[in-house]
């Protein structure tokens, strides 16, 4: 099947290679995400999940998931595939002009596949070679997340029973001294550095169950010194990535030194902190920028704001490349909108049988929104204590907005099943009530440009708004610890 699925491409290839004098490059890939916008981006004018600061090369998938680039006036450099700004690709891809290369490989639950064929495709073939020694299965990362690994360094002999092949390969390759070979090997480095330092944040979650930082043995985090971050720093697919775990361990290991110190939800301010500590470089650059993966969960850090001010002109003042600064400011600066006391940007959202509901439309009411799931766990175990707090307000000026995160058909319909109590899961939260409050519908999750104002990246996320229309708190408390905030306001309308 696989080989009937590359035909069609490979022809249209040959069918390019036939044209000596073309001066087009064509890149085309069957990657699994189907009737999606996708962009083709030089690896170092993007960091994952971020808005960028201009547009490149931008097609749509087919029904089947094919796309294909048509480039002119081309340059040679390393790229990569975005989906709503987040890589796709296995790897950054090497693409020089008059190139004609196809990419296809698995979805996340399919059975592993990489492949790289066409014009061009040769000098590519050491990715080929790696990923026959890693093809980061299902099965690796769910061991990854297992508790198997009962001390930290057999975790670490682990990830170096991986890497070591890996290292190994591209040393004995063609390439291993050539610029595809510095930049590969500089990859791999940063891939192993992430995957230690990412066990960290949840290791004692895999094994106790406990939400907290696992602080590791010196030999065990000893691979940091190998890395020289200035000089060697470059980036590639994993960088960003790498770069806001390493800035979670040094927050960590400073509050572990300094117990004195207060422990925020994201410690935002030690994160800033120790970048303005630092002399200016691309990899500070790259910490700074990381540092906006976490503004969402630090709202709830009750000095956000007033910490950000702050830190804002320092930070500004460290940057190396101007154009890091303003892709800081693109992206941080948005989440200023949701400070309390401005206007709670307003949504058009359908109910369960298609009416539109927006939020002006409750002006003159507290409204608490609950952006939540089906599909989330921590969402469905809130429902209990969000029914107590409804009932509690019933004959208030207080309106209960659940705007539920869905994704496709399916998921929309077992929504519906879901709040109609007609689902055995549902029968059992609910234990026999109805699931009260103004039920809304955000299709296509996180992404629904109806609430993309506010910058929400994880559920359940819960907003208070005023009777004017003012937002009170864009990362308010959950149903049992928001009574406070709601009598507060309720004693001012009175």
Known sequence: MKHICLLFPLLCMFAISCKEESKTTYFSAKLGYENEKVELVPIDSYFTGLNKLEEFYITESDSTGFFNFELENFSSGFYQVLLNNYPILNYDIYLEPNDSIYVEQSSWQDEPYFEITGRGSEKLQYLLDDYQLFKGTKEFYKRLKSDEFSDEMDYKKFIDSIFKPRFKNLSESEINKTNLGIQFRKFLTIQRADFLLRHLRFRNYYMEDEFSYHLPEEKYIGFLDSINMKEDFLNVKQTFEFAENYLIYKS???????????????????KWKYITEQEPSYWNDALAISTINSFSFGMLEDNFFNDFSNYKSKL???????????????NAEPFLKLAPGEQAPNFALPDADGKIHRLSDYKGKIVYIDFWGTWCGPCIAEIPASLVLHEKYKDEPIVFLNVALEGGKKEIEEWREFIAGETPYAQKILDGKTYTGVHLLAEDQFINEEITDYLINFAPTYVLVDQNGKLVNARAPRPKKIEEDINLLLSKMK
């Open 316 to 330: 500004d003042s460290l940057f190396y490349d101007e154009k890091n600064k303003k892709l800081f400011h693109l």
């Open 252 to 270: 960590e290991k400073e509050l572990d030194e300094n117990p004195n110190l207060e422990n925020k939800p994201e410690n935002l301010n030690l």
